[in-house]
């Protein structure tokens, strides 16, 4: 499967605990994209990277929030001390970053916090 | 900042057409982009827009109107299928390729 590897597909967390969701790339791609969706909300912007590098993080949370593409292996989005409100599916796209940068999803990791 | 609006929720008859509203107000335009998704899944893309006009894809065309900020997807032949979640997002340009989303339109498709 080429597409965007997103893992783990559904992850739970007690109130304090750190989850941490990891994201391949579709093969050729080297700009990676997280969102954030909530119950019938839409596609939050959180943060774009290549690899070793944070492009652009103004979509995520000033603290307990982190995200890195190393030289080496998928891109991981960490969230510190979890709370009730960080319940949510998170989304992980992919593109080349040029042209036209069409990004593609992966499957996505649902996060619930108890 | 970027706006984009679409309607929350839409119905129509299998066998139809039906069209999907997007109307964006965004700090550049570099291109449009429509994604549908089923509950619980992820989105996929859909189709682009660039230009003004209508790009057409089998069941399924969009239309961009840049000087109005408005665009639409237009499903024929409606499917239950197309029962779905339909996203547009607009990528500002400028420096920024990074798409925002609308709150997608939800449309239910009936027998």
């Known amino acids: 499967n080429a597409g965007v590897m997103q893992n783990p597909r559904h992850l739970v967390r007690r109130r304090g605990q750190e989850a941490r969701l990891r994201c391949s790339p579709m093969k050729g791609h080297s700009h990676v994209y997280w969102y954030r969706q909530l119950p019938e909300e839409g596609l939050k912007f959180m943060v774009y990277?290549?690899?070793?590098?944070?492009?652009?993080e103004s979509g995520m949370p000033k603290e307990r929030f982190s995200a890195e593409f190393p030289k080496e292996g998928p891109s991981i989005l960490r969230i510190q001390q979890v709370v009730r409100g960080d319940s949510a599916a998170y989304f992980c796209?992919?593109?080349?970053?040029?042209?036209?940068?069409?990004?593609?999803f992966g499957e996505g990791s649902w996060l619930t916090v108890v | 900042g970027q706006n984009i609006d679409q309607p929350t929720e839409m119905t129509a008859t299998e066998g139809a057409i039906v069209q999907i509203n997007c109307t964006y107000q965004?700090?550049?335009?570099?291109?449009l982009f429509w994604y549908q998704q089923h509950a619980g899944e992820a989105p996929t893309f859909l189709s682009y827009?660039?230009?003004?006009g209508l790009e057409e894809k089998g069941r399924f065309s969009s239309f961009l109107s840049r000087s109005k900020g408005y665009s639409y997807l237009l499903l024929k032949e409606l499917q239950m299928k197309d029962s779905a979640s339909y996203l547009c997002a607009v990528t500002p340009g400028k420096g920024s390729y990074i798409p925002t989303f609308g709150r997608g339109t939800s449309l239910i498709v009936h027998p």
């Open positions: 827009n660039v230009l003004d």
């Open positions: 965004t700090s550049g335009f570099n291109g």
């Open positions: 990277l290549q690899k070793e590098n944070i492009i652009d």
């Open positions: 796209a992919s593109s080349t970053g040029t042209g036209l940068n069409t990004i593609y």
